[in-house]
């Protein structure tokens, strides 16, 4: 008898679907990687995106304080560091997508700080106004902002160092708050610096006759090199500039020291007498050219000269400067200054003749090194004139 055992074959389906379960464990573990990157990315734009308002936000508040310092500082009156930090300076919310907590760098809440670093100083200015130097002070202004009601507290702070000061304009061979026309008809050279703070009109008569300029030369509005075009002479252009850094540029207007109304009739002011009720030592006082002079001239209408001392750390801030020359006339004795004399000339423009008072530059220094009083006060303080007419 034959029996035949059938052969078993073993099951392949628990293979599959032990193969099929490790694939799908490995797409799962794929999938949530996959998911876990995207949520990362997505926490971490969303972080960066929430610095970048935060950021912004605390360079709103420092511009803010920015704006009040340079509206005052333009009308001569910039206050104290605690003035700018207050609320009041803060930047209004309004309108933003988010709020933000603005504090110090201490963390007190709803503040700015605002220092102003070491004393007022003359200092040389930076690369645009190369060769210049100015009277100022650096301020640091800093602020830091909070987002509020966020899943992430990511403040940003921002700070910036803004240095407020006078530049006198007696540092430039010639400075025009207007259109600067300069047409010379024999050839020019001008050596030192010049600034227009609208539109340059220049150029020499002739090939052979050109206008020069050998240092910096900047304008505000344009520039040209022919006559103005409001100028009834013929117009002459050609290569009559030759400035050192290659062609005359485009600068920065410089704001006269009366305030926002920088118009001419306005601007002269500074060469006048100062207004009353400012004080000539303050930032305003010192704009005017009269506060600054160590000696005045006057020249009364009576014809009489005199010569002042001026000192504002004393009082009275003005004293006599006793005259160096007696002249006796038919018995009377008259006093005057050996370096000042009085003269007349006849304006045919104006059609008038000019009382005007002359002064002999050799003569004053040879007062100054020479005469008692003279050397007195050069000891005290390098002299600046001031002619009062």
């Not at 005052?72 to 930090?85: R, V, W």
């Amino acid at each position: 008898m034959r029996i035949t055992t059938p052969f078993s074959r073993c099951g392949q389906a628990g293979f599959a679907l032990l193969i099929t379960m490790i694939f799908l464990a490995i797409m799962l573990v794929a999938y949530a990687s996959l998911m876990n990157w995207v949520s990362t990315n997505s926490h971490i734009t969303t972080r960066n995106n929430l610095f970048n308002e935060s950021e912004a936000a605390a360079e709103s508040a420092t511009e803010s304080v920015l704006a009040a310092m340079m509206r005052d500082f333009n009308n001569q009156a910039l206050n104290s560091a605690a003035s700018y930090a207050a609320a009041t300076n803060l930047p209004s919310q309004s309108g933003w997508p988010g709020t933000f907590l603005f504090s110090d760098t201490n963390g007190t809440a709803n503040a700015t700080s605002v220092t102003a670093i070491g004393t007022k100083g003359w200092s040389a200015l930076p690369a645009r106004y190369n060769g210049l130097y100015g009277w100022g002070q650096i301020w640091d202004i800093a602020s830091t902002a909070t987002p509020q009601n966020t899943a992430d507290n990511l403040s940003a702070t921002v700070d910036q160092q803004v240095w407020f000061g006078t530049i006198p304009i007696f540092q430039y061979a010639i400075f025009y708050n207007m259109d600067l026309e300069i047409n010379p008809g024999a050839a020019m050279t001008i050596n030192g610096k010049v600034h227009s703070n609208d539109t340059i009109w220049a150029t020499g008569s002739g090939a052979s006759t050109p206008l020069t300029f050998s240092n910096m030369v900047d304008y505000v509005t344009g520039y040209n090199d022919t006559r103005s075009t409001n100028d009834p002479s013929a117009a002459r252009s050609g290569n009559v500039v030759n400035a050192l850094s290659g062609s005359p540029s485009v600068g920065q207007a410089l704001s006269m020291p009366i305030g926002t109304n920088n118009d001419p009739s306005v601007v002269i002011s500074v060469l006048g007498l100062p207004p009353a009720g400012i004080a000539p030592a303050s930032d305003a006082g010192q704009s005017y050219v009269y506060n600054n002079a160590d000696l005045i001239v006057s020249n009364s209408a009576a014809g009489t000269n005199y010569v002042y001392y001026q000192n504002f750390n004393t009082t009275p801030s003005q004293s006599l400067v006793p005259p160096d020359v007696t002249n006796v006339v038919s018995g009377t004795t008259n006093y005057a200054y050996s370096f000042v004399t009085n003269v007349t000339f006849y304006d045919y423009r104006e059609v008038k003749t000019v009382q005007a008072v002359q002064l002999n530059v050799g003569k004053l220094n040879t007062w100054l090194t020479t005469s008692t009083s003279g050397k007195t006060l050069n000891h005290r303080s390098p002299t600046d004139l001031m002619v009062e007419g």
